[in-house]
């Protein structure tokens, strides 16, 4: 008999950011794509990947504490007054795909990154908001569709990116 199960699981947790981390991140140089700031399209940055790893490592070993661990990149993201990001998923290789959002830097007006059941928005079922908060840290299924909402200040500053837990 084979089973089937359509499972997507979100960890939210809260991680200490320590000042040079924050001050690392805000040095690295965004440009503008049509929806906000990003590191995005910019070649990998290594040390950018090293220091997230290093401070991410301890949040994924709570979550999968045998696990190895592939880091597949990350990047920086600033949304200042009125700037979003559409509705989207993550690519990741093999099957055990998952993004994060860490929280860097926010206001009490600093937009929402809303999340929503895979299939949406043809099927809805569920949904989360995050408020940011500095040192917040969501890792989520690849497959769970997310978008940031119009956002309202100068300081919504975010890394995120993609890992693979590789069990066995």
């Not at 979550?63 to 190895?68: N, Q, T, V």
């Not at 940031?148 to 100068?154: A, I, L, Q, S």
Request: net charge negative.
């Amino acid at each position: 008999m084979e089973q089937i199960n359509f499972n997507y699981c979100m960890y939210v947790d809260e991680i200490d950011l320590t000042k040079e981390y924050i001050d690392f991140i805000n040095s690295i140089e965004l440009e503008l794509c049509n929806i906000n700031y990003t590191s995005f399209y910019k070649e990998e940055n290594p040390l950018l990947k090293d220091k997230t790893f290093d401070i991410l490592l301890p949040f994924l070993k709570k979550i999968k504490e045998k696990a190895s661990i592939t880091f597949e990149g990350c990047w920086v993201q600033k949304y200042v007054r009125d700037q979003y990001h559409h509705l989207h998923t993550h690519h990741s290789e093999g099957s055990n795909g998952y993004s994060f959002v860490l929280y860097i830097n926010e206001t009490k007006d600093s937009s929402n990154t809303c999340f929503f059941n895979p299939g949406y928005p043809y099927i809805f079922t569920h949904e989360y908001i995050s408020k940011p908060k500095k040192g917040k840290i969501i890792l989520f299924d690849k497959a769970i569709p997310h978008s940031v909402e119009p956002n309202k200040d100068e300081e919504r500053l975010i890394v995120s990116g993609n890992i693979l837990f590789n069990e066995g």
